[in-house]
């Protein structure tokens, strides 16, 4: 790429001169010089406050604000040990320090530089270089001697941090690395999901209409400021190589929040996931068949999370079943507007034409959700690998025979074998043996 710009730089032609500059004898147009930063965009400078009606705010501001930030920057031990805090966990509150008021004296609000000496005194003394941790497989320290302290702003609290590698955590009073602050002790809260993609085969095993394979489950996500979901994607496509819903059309995810039925559980997500599953499978809206984590149907995995979803309405033979799964999904949430999303990534072309591809982003849905689809199969057989087993078939809606021929991969391997199946492992010591 730099090869391309030096070749496009050096054919490039002069600037052409107009005819009033080559009536005059003008040279070409000098470049303009870009303006001086003013004081106020440096770190730490004070910026003069406008005048926006708030009567004496702003110099109250200054005056509450300013002492203390000179407490902060100070070196003095003395000074330093003036500094009143409250530790709360990992974080730390300073009374008059907030990002507001950061804000209004011109500085950063999202980060403050502190004096080694006010970093001390926050911390007790504790200094960096005395602890150890994991870092690139070896235990050393966590950061070297004379560090760059300062307050980073995390999770709406402040968290006494050094060379962006470690945080000091008040609980035990030891500095941890960074990476730990966004994981065991980050706030999390937990969603439902749905994840969908188009049945290859484009017939249903129940009743030989256009299916979805679905995988269904709970998720504890790290509750940060900028609301990110998108690390869903990644979590669900390494759960089988059949869910892949990544640029992929017609694939998507539901995720939604629990139900304000379940609050009242002390595992509120756990509960409504064995609710979801439950309502799904004796759904009047949807036809139901569990399969195992890579769609097969011989042998089902026991806790009902991969299914193969069709639309179960007799009358509606052109309804897609994305359209009676999210029918399904508005009733037992009770939101109208439930709607999935779809993961896009860039092209691997942007990378130079490989395999890799950008982040992947949730984006919401696209289109209309109940699109026209073939009319239905007679019977669901040709449909159907030649492992699936016969007995896990059933035409039309599912009905109590048909459902309780199916049977569980634990179940099955019992009646066969009269024991579990042994992993590859287990099956090459045997042999060895």
Same mark, same amino acid.
């Given at each position: 790429?730099?090869?391309?710009?030096?070749?496009?730089?050096?054919?490039?032609?002069?600037?052409?001169?107009?005819?009033?500059?080559?009536?005059?004898?003008?040279?070409?147009?000098?470049?303009?010089?870009?303006?001086?930063?003013?004081?106020?965009?440096?770190?730490?400078?004070?910026?003069?406050?406008?005048?926006?009606?708030?009567?004496?705010?702003?110099?109250?501001?200054?005056?509450?604000?300013?002492?203390?930030?000179?407490?902060?920057?100070?070196?003095?031990?003395?000074?330093?040990?003036?500094?009143?805090?409250?530790?709360?966990?990992?974080?730390?509150?300073?009374?008059?320090?907030?990002? *507001?008021?950061?804000?209004?004296?011109?500085?950063?609000?999202?980060?403050?530089?502190?004096?080694?000496?006010?970093?001390?005194?926050?911390?007790?003394?504790?200094?960096?270089?005395?602890?150890?941790?994991?870092?690139?497989?070896?235990?050393?320290?966590?950061?070297?001697?004379?560090?760059?302290?300062?307050?980073?702003?995390?999770?709406?609290?402040?968290?006494?941090?050094?060379?962006?590698?470690?945080?000091?955590?008040?609980?035990?009073?030891?500095?941890?690395?960074?990476?730990?602050?966004?994981?065991? @002790?980050?706030?999390?809260?937990?969603?439902?999901?749905?994840?969908?993609?188009?049945?290859?085969?484009?017939?249903?095993?129940?009743?030989?209409?256009?299916?979805?394979?679905?995988?269904?489950?709970?998720?504890?996500?790290?509750?940060?400021?900028?609301?990110?979901?998108?690390?869903?994607?990644? @979590?669900?496509?390494?759960?089988?190589?059949?869910?892949?819903i990544t640029n992929v059309a017609g694939a998507g995810i539901f995720v939604f929040k629990v139900p304000k039925s379940h609050q009242v559980f002390a595992r509120p997500c756990r509960a409504a996931e064995a609710s979801l599953k439950t309502e799904l499978l004796n759904s009047?809206?949807?036809?139901?068949?569990?399969?195992?984590?890579?769609?097969?149907?011989?042998a089902f995995s026991a806790s009902l999370e991969y299914m193969f979803v069709e639309d179960a309405a007799e009358s509606n033979a052109g309804v897609s079943p994305l359209a009676a799964l999210t029918k399904a999904l508005r009733s037992f949430t009770g939101d109208p507007t439930?709607?999935? @999303?779809? *993961?896009?990534?860039?092209?691997?072309?942007? @990378?130079?034409?490989?395999?890799?591809?950008?982040?992947?982003?949730?984006?919401?849905?696209?289109?209309?959700?109940?699109?026209?689809?073939?009319?239905?199969?007679?019977?669901?057989?040709?449909?159907?690998?030649?492992?699936?087993?016969?007995?896990?078939?059933?035409?039309?809606?599912?009905?109590?025979?048909?459902?309780? *021929?199916?049977?569980?991969?634990?179940?099955?391997?019992?009646?066969?074998?009269?024991?579990?199946?042994?992993?590859?492992?287990?099956?090459?010591?045997?042999?060895?043996?």
């Open positions: 790429f730099a090869q391309r710009l030096r070749r496009r730089a050096c054919s490039a032609s002069p600037p052409r001169r107009t005819p009033a500059a080559e009536a005059t004898g003008a040279g070409p147009p000098k470049k303009r010089r870009r303006r001086r930063r003013s004081r106020a965009s440096t770190p730490g400078a004070l910026a003069r406050l406008s005048d926006d009606d708030s009567a004496d705010e702003g110099p109250r501001v200054l005056s509450e604000v300013t002492p203390l930030m000179r407490q902060l920057r100070t070196n003095d031990p003395e000074k330093a040990r003036a500094i009143t805090f409250e530790p709360h966990g990992i974080h730390v509150r300073i009374p008059g320090l907030s990002a *507001a008021a950061l804000r209004a004296v011109g500085a950063g609000s999202r980060s403050l530089r502190v004096a080694r000496a006010s970093a001390l005194h926050l911390a007790g003394g504790v200094l960096p270089a005395s602890c150890v941790a994991l870092h690139k497989g070896r235990l050393a320290a966590v950061a070297p001697e004379g560090g760059d302290f300062r307050l980073q702003r995390a999770s709406g609290a402040w968290l006494l941090a050094v060379d962006g590698r470690a945080f000091f955590n008040f609980a035990v009073r030891r500095w941890q690395p960074l990476a730990m602050a966004h994981g065991p @002790y980050s706030p999390v809260r937990e969603l439902l999901y749905v994840a969908f993609v188009p049945e290859a085969s484009l017939r249903g095993p129940a009743r030989g209409t256009p299916a979805l394979f679905v995988k269904l489950g709970y998720r504890e996500l790290a509750e940060e400021e900028n609301d990110d979901q998108d690390a869903l994607i990644g @979590y669900v496509e390494k759960k089988t190589t059949k869910l892949k009047s809206d949807v036809a139901v068949t569990p399969s195992g984590h890579c769609g097969e149907l011989g439930l709607s999935p @999303y779809s *993961a896009r990534a860039s092209d691997g072309t942007v @990378y130079g034409g490989g395999s890799r591809k950008g982040r992947k982003r949730l984006r919401p849905w696209r289109g209309p959700l109940e699109v026209a689809s073939a009319p239905p199969a007679a019977t669901a057989a040709s449909s159907l690998p030649s492992s699936a087993a016969p007995a896990a078939v059933t035409t039309g809606s599912p009905t109590a025979a048909g459902v309780g *021929a199916m049977r569980s991969r634990a179940k099955r391997a019992l009646l066969e074998g009269g024991a579990r199946p042994a992993g590859p492992r287990l099956a090459f010591f045997r042999r060895s043996v």
